[in-house]
């Protein structure tokens, strides 16, 4: 059900990211920017793989691409030592709900493991509260709090 990305599945995974967008964003962002902000280090990571860095794709059945995960190694800003991070984590629209989600995170997580990583962290908007219930669910809690303001 999961795999590592083929050359073919570029444009998919870049198409994809558009559901990054898909709640009520804040007034001072745009879809396009939400959508586009990851597409350098995916398209990094899927041209030149390496072993800080994981992509995987939802495949229910042979040639029905579902989902995909991007995770990366970052540092924690308190202890210093290196953790597994989720990029993006987008599923097809009309797939959700069927544990793919769960399974690319799983992928991920059991990825972080092999490292010797023993965290996973994330990103989420706080208006984003479908991604958040889906986080919820699956033992990640919220630790900060952005904030934002635009100076004129």
Same mark, same amino acid.
């Given at each position: 059900?999961?795999?590592?990305?083929? !050359?073919?599945?570029?444009? =998919?995974?870049?198409?994809?990211?558009?559901?990054?967008? &898909?709640?009520?964003?804040? !007034?001072?962002?745009?879809?396009?920017?939400?959508?586009?902000?990851?597409?350098?280090?995916?398209?990094?990571?899927?041209?030149?793989?390496?072993?800080?860095?994981?992509?995987?794709?939802?495949?229910?059945? !042979?040639?029905?691409?579902? %989902?995909?995960?991007?995770?990366?190694?970052?540092?924690?800003? =308190?202890?210093?030592?290196? @953790?597994?991070?989720?990029?993006?984590?987008?599923?097809? !629209?009309?797939?959700? *709900? *069927?544990?793919? %989600?769960? &399974?690319?995170?799983?992928?991920?997580? @059991?990825?972080?493991?092999?490292?010797?990583?023993?965290?996973?962290?994330?990103?989420? =908007?706080?208006?984003?509260? &479908?991604?958040?219930?889906?986080?919820?669910?699956?033992?990640?809690?919220?630790?900060?709090?952005?904030?934002?303001?635009?100076?004129?």
């Amino acid at each position: 059900m999961l795999r590592p990305p083929l !050359p073919s599945d570029e444009q =998919f995974l870049i198409a994809l990211t558009e559901r990054l967008a &898909a709640f009520p964003l804040p !007034p001072w962002r745009t879809a396009a920017e939400v959508a586009a902000a990851d597409h350098p280090i995916l398209l990094d990571a899927l041209r030149r793989p390496s072993p800080d860095s994981l992509v995987l794709v939802a495949e229910p059945e !042979p040639g029905q691409r579902a %989902g995909f995960i991007f995770a990366t190694t970052r540092t924690d800003y =308190f202890t210093g030592q290196p @953790q597994g991070y989720i990029e993006v984590l987008a599923v097809v !629209p009309g797939m959700e *709900r *069927r544990g793919i %989600g769960r &399974a690319l995170m799983d992928g991920a997580e @059991q990825w972080a493991r092999s490292l010797g990583y023993t965290q996973m962290t994330l990103n989420v =908007f706080a208006r984003n509260e &479908a991604a958040r219930a889906v986080y919820d669910r699956l033992g990640y809690e919220p630790e900060l709090l952005r904030y934002w303001k635009q100076l004129t």
